[in-house]
């Protein structure tokens, strides 16, 4: 009993152009992909996804407007390349984005990609000037604009030194109508330099912290 067995005519192998991601790349390690052939379990040589690298935020920080507040988020490959939001991950904000406080920033890698990234922006609340600076025995007067949106109160700074490098003290003004302070004890006939900033005070996880403006340009004033 001799049987012939016909050889089957092996397929050649027929590529496609989709990739096929063997292994996601991540923050830590290099992904590969590569093309199967349709015909068999074969597939063609891998290629490297480099790992993802940075994930930042145009801005860490922003100033109250009234407007709502989007950073942008640029991501970067290993090798400097830009990564496309959509395609290789996905950009959400937290709702909100327009009063004073910390709003998160989530960008969950897809596809080619694996990974999540959290981050952070602030929004600052807006600054306020010194209007007047008036001085008296060993004292002055500090007068500000008054800025009550989005503001719990202010902080005047005082110091001898003109850049506020040294002897440097702060006084805390809870209420965002009173927009005066007088410093008192001070040396007489010397000359003070005074600037002032806004802050909001705002749950950020649970606990109150001061969210701050910048700083106003510093006035000087002698005392008497």
Do not use: M
Not at 23 to 28: E, R
Not at 61 to 90: F, R
Not at 155 to 183: D, E, G, L
């Amino acid at each position: 009993g001799f049987t012939e067995t016909k050889k089957l005519d092996k397929k050649a192998h027929e590529w496609g152009t989709e990739y096929t991601v063997d292994q996601p790349a991540t923050f830590a390690a290099d992904g590969s992909k590569s093309i199967h052939c349709k015909n068999c379990e074969t597939i063609s040589e891998a290629i490297a996804i480099p790992r993802i690298n940075s994930v930042k935020i145009s801005a860490t920080a922003c100033t109250y407007s009234g407007g709502v507040k989007t950073p942008s988020v640029t991501v970067k490959d290993a090798n400097g390349n830009a990564l496309h939001n959509k395609t290789d991950y996905i950009v959400q904000y937290a709702s909100g984005r327009k009063n004073v406080g910390t709003y998160k920033v989530s960008v969950t890698f897809k596809d080619n990609y694996s990974g999540k990234k959290t981050l952070s922006f602030t929004i600052n609340p807006k600054g306020t000037a010194i209007s007047s600076l008036s001085k008296s025995k060993k004292a002055f007067t500090a007068k500000w604009a008054k800025q009550s949106v989005q503001t719990t109160g202010y902080q005047v700074q005082y110091s001898t030194s003109k850049n506020f490098k040294k002897s440097v003290k702060t006084a805390t003004i809870s209420k965002n109508k009173t927009v005066s302070k007088t410093v008192k004890k001070l040396k007489a006939k010397k000359t003070y330099y005074v600037r002032v900033r806004t802050y909001k005070t705002v749950k950020v996880n649970g606990k109150s912290v001061k969210l701050y403006s910048g700083w106003s340009s510093a006035k000087s004033v002698k005392t008497k």
